[in-house]
């Protein structure tokens, strides 16, 4: 897809209305309009056998905007590949106050490349309103239950120190993001990040059914986890399911109480950023297509969150 060069002086009267606080300061963050991101239609798509990205990309942004959804998180994976997303989103007036950036930070050869990476990624995306930049760092290996040794942690809790500090400095929030093997053997990468950075530079995106997962499906967890680190979040991810099988659109009921999570925000003052990823897998159901899905899952996040928002 061809790009031109965005005018900073133009590009923001297109967008929706986000009033901004500083991220660096507090996890309670300033009302952005409900987002989804491309996990959730790269799934349905791959039902559909459709594509998503690539020259398809401005179609597909194009389905987002039919759904009422008003900002979205992309996976990005370098500068053009931001560029791109920027200029389909900016044709369908959608922010993008968040994006997710892949990340090597438990290997010494890996970690100034990914560093340099994500830092040239987000100097393209907050021209475009960017305020929060989500990492997972990458497992040993994907789909094995390889887990990080002692030493690769301190490391890692070391770069994204370094990495929240670069980001912060830029005006823009490190978040944190977890899958299910962060939460293998007690837990012991994924505390070992939080309790081992600071505030200040790591906030914490708040992926509630991979805890949930990793956790062995148990809601207490997802709970107890709300109460160790809950000032820490400014986004969260949610997707829900029904014994333990992704529901097609997301619903507040099933086996995560989100009212209660949204009770017990409200009480510690925390309104993340919601970003909508009810994706698919194997024995969801089948009975909407990406865009009918999608448009249902807003209309009820609005209503489960709506003391947040």
Known sequence: METTPLN??????????ISFTSLAKTSAVATFPIACNDYNWITFYKRENKVWGGEALEQNIAEVARTGIKAFEPN???KAMALNYIAALKKHVIAMPSIYVGSILHDTEEIEKSITKILEIADTVKTYGTKIIVTNPNPIKWGANQLKSDAQLEMQAAAIERLGSELRKKGLTLAYHTHDIELKAGAREFHHILLNTTPENVSFCFDVHWVYRGTENSQAAVFDVLKLYGKRVVELHIRQSVNGVWAETFTAEGDIDYRRLVRELSALKIRPHVVIE????AKSPNTLNAVEAHTKDLEVVKETFKALL
């Open 8 to 17: 900073r002086r133009n590009f923001l009267s297109i967008l929706p209305a």
């Open 278 to 281: 009810q994706c698919l897998e």
């Open 76 to 78: 990005i994976a370098d």
